[in-house]
């Protein structure tokens, strides 16, 4: 199963691009975890005659996998801006190719309430989107709780079971919906 990873963060030391480091290096067997490069993306514009070469890498590998794996920083209370753009290009593809019926797992590392509020954002985008998002287990993870280190590695094990447990329950999802 081939499950691609879409960062919300772009900085170097991001937590949220850590949990999504330690469920590559995690995945249990059968699964096969990429992770999106977004650095080169830019914001969606109708504008563009041609899509950017980052662009089009990105929907080869969303058009390959089987399923998102979702890491969702909370800016101001909702999913961030480079999430969202990913999204919104992904979007524009003639019957929303890309995404209909994909299943979708959401975790994040942020704030008091672990990115709560923009998953719960994320997940009402994913309404109209039609992606399948995984209910349980939600993985809300602090980001300032001595959880990772200063690179932004995932340190902690508790937390590190909970990117599993999630990571497990996404195969199965997958399964179900694709049987
Ligand atoms: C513009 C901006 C807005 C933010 N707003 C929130 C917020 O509403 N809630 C929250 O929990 N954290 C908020 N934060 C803190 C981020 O959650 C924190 O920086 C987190 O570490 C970002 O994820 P990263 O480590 O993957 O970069 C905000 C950070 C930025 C840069």
Redesign the pocket.
């Known amino acids: 199963m081939k499950i691609l990873g879409i ?5 170097q ?6 949990l999504l480091r330690y469920a590559r290096e995690a995945a249990p067997e059968g699964g096969h975890i990429e992770i999106a490069d977004l650095s080169d993306v830019p914001f969606y514009n109708a504008d563009f005659v041609e899509k950017p070469v980052a662009v089009l890498r990105l929907f080869e590998q969303m058009a390959q996998t089987d399923a998102l794996m979702l ?1 969702c ?6 999913l ?1 801006p480079a999430l969202k753009n990913v999204l919104d290009w992904a979007s524009r593809e003639p019957d929303n190719r890309l995404l209909a019926g994909k299943p979708v797992a959401i975790l ?8 709560a ?2 998953q719960y954002h994320l997940r009402q985008v994913c309404v109209f989107l039609d992606l399948h998002p995984l209910n349980k287990p939600e993985v809300l993870v602090s ?2 709780a001595g959880n ?1 280190d200063e690179a ?1 590695n995932l340190t902690s094990e508790k937390v590190q079971q909970q990117v599993m447990e999630q990571l497990l329950a996404l195969q199965n999802w997958t399964d179900r919906l694709t049987r």
């Open positions: 960062c919300g963060s772009l900085r030391a991001s937590t949220n691009m850590g890491a920083p909370e800016y101001n209370y909702s961030a994040g590392s942020g704030g008091g309430l672990g990115t509020r923009a980001a300032f990772f932004g």
